[in-house]
């Protein structure tokens, strides 16, 4: 399981206009940049209760997690380390310390990506890629009174976000080759180590534009152009999405009353 992978479920989260979760995560993004703890514990709570109602199962995020826990270690340990302020003892006052504002900035930029993540990843996780590039075209399809090319770039928007998972399994791929040949990723001395990762990079660059070259040789071969198009399924507001739009404007006065 990759992030951003689609899990087919039968939930009121999949049934859910695209354009609403899209607009919900957008707001998401907004409320956890902006606030601090308040509105982290606000936001946790709200995506919990989303994967719930989504049954896409809480181990199953937290599995699809374990891919980032390294850029989340060193996200905290930046901070934690190169942020002046008070030391913590018995950690004495170097040029690299521990402070306690190191301690929590750390912390809350941590927990603020992560939350980031988990909410576009709930959004890519209950959305089909065809109603996701429907929605985000319909959303900027008034910009095309400025001459914006609004399907261009939803179908951007969306191919970059359907790579995540393409990217990270081809790291897999990759590394389980390297370590069928004798490389060593989790054993070894550092240097070792570290050299073993960096063998990873040319490989998974031509594999990507390879990838990249299919998508495009299979988007030609289906007839895909530029420009404005129909499509099957017009989407149309039910009462769920409603309700769902109330919720977040529920959350957005929840967060300007507790701030």
Not at 102 to 107: D, P, Q, R
Not at 133 to 152: A, F, M, Q, T, Y
Not at 208 to 235: C, F
Request: glycine share 6%; net charge positive; charged share 15%.
């Amino acid at each position: 399981m990759h992030i951003g992978q689609y899990i087919p479920r039968d939930s009121m989260i999949h049934r859910l206009d695209p354009r609403v979760k899209i607009g919900s995560t957008i707001v998401l993004s907004i409320l956890i940049l902006r606030g601090g703890i308040v509105a982290g514990t606000l936001v946790s709570a709200f995506l919990v209760a989303v994967i719930a109602l989504s049954h896409v199962g809480v181990n199953t995020m937290i599995r699809s997690f374990r891919q980032v826990l390294v850029f989340f270690a060193l996200l905290f340990f930046v901070h934690l380390l190169f942020t002046d302020g008070k030391p913590i003892p018995p950690f004495p006052q170097w040029r690299v310390t521990v402070t306690y504002e190191g301690l929590y900035k750390g912390a809350i930029t941590t927990w603020q990506f992560a939350l980031l993540i988990w909410s576009a990843s709930i959004l890519t996780m209950t959305t089909l890629p065809t109603e996701l590039v429907n929605g985000i075209e319909r959303l900027l399809r008034p910009l095309k009174r400025l001459g914006v090319p609004s399907h261009d770039l939803a179908m951007m928007v969306s191919v970059a976000l359907r790579f995540v998972p393409t990217f990270l399994e081809e790291i897999d791929t990759i590394r389980a080759a390297q370590m069928a040949r004798g490389a060593s990723f989790r054993s070894g001395p550092f240097i070792r180590r570290a050299r073993a990762a960096i063998s990873l990079l040319l490989p998974l660059i031509l594999r990507t534009l390879r990838r990249a070259d299919e998508l495009v040789t299979a988007m030609e071969a289906r007839g895909y152009r530029r420009g404005p198009r129909t499509y099957m399924g017009e989407l149309a507001m039910r009462r769920a999405d409603y309700v769902a739009v109330m919720v977040m404007m529920g959350m957005i006065c929840l967060y300007f009353v507790s701030a």
